[in-house]
């Protein structure tokens, strides 16, 4: 299959034509108008500022100060560590369900190459050297930092797992970010009972499924750290992940995730 066709339904893509489009044609995997258009992107500037969810999908009575009630109760529940803030690129709809299935269940590795743009685009923003930056530059003529070194590190899937799927979904979504990849942590157990219990109970679960891996040390200490996933759902998984990381001493940690919900 090329790059005219669309990555999920395997259709013709028939991309508008533009410059950009004309000069990568046949190059840039993607998918169609009809499958795109059934995605639900996350407005960054109207999403929950600590874990990324999109603000207009829920009752204003559960958002104060930009800040969702989930979010919230994670401030009050003591457990968010040094956990700073997740980004998501699209809401959990029924539409992501089905590609994030594909994606994992069926091994369809290539699926995720169709998010690169916008994986890159967020992840810029998340740096604070997006477009962004620069338009607020020109207004106000204040310049701010170059942009945050970020320490890239994939949500791990245990060795079972990794051998039974043959890939790691957040490695190859961390890996659309064309940066170096830090694996500083292990998943020593299985996930298989984690996924079939529900939300409810993943909360619950207080035991730590992740460890620190200490070649990684080096790296870690005093820095910026973005955790990759494929989804963010009820965030015990990413700040699991993040208390595994305090003891090397990073600064603070964020993550970015394809899908929330
Ligand atoms: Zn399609
Ligand atoms: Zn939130």
Redesign the pocket.
Known sequence: MNGTH??????I?QDPLTVRTLLLAGTDPG??????RKLAPIDLDDCCASCGRDLRLIDKSFVSGSVCSDCRNWAKSGRNGLFGRNRSLFTYNEWMKEIITMFKFRGDALLAEGFRTEFRSVYRKLKGSGWENLRDWLKTGERRAAGVKYIIVPIPLSKERLQERGFNQAVLLAELLGEPLTHALVRPGSERKQSKKNRRERLMIRKNPFLFNEEAAGSISGHKVLLIDDIYTTGATLRFAAGALEAAGPQRIDSLTLAHG
């Open positions: 669309c990555l999920i339904c395997g259709g893509r998918f169609c108008k009809n499958c795109r």
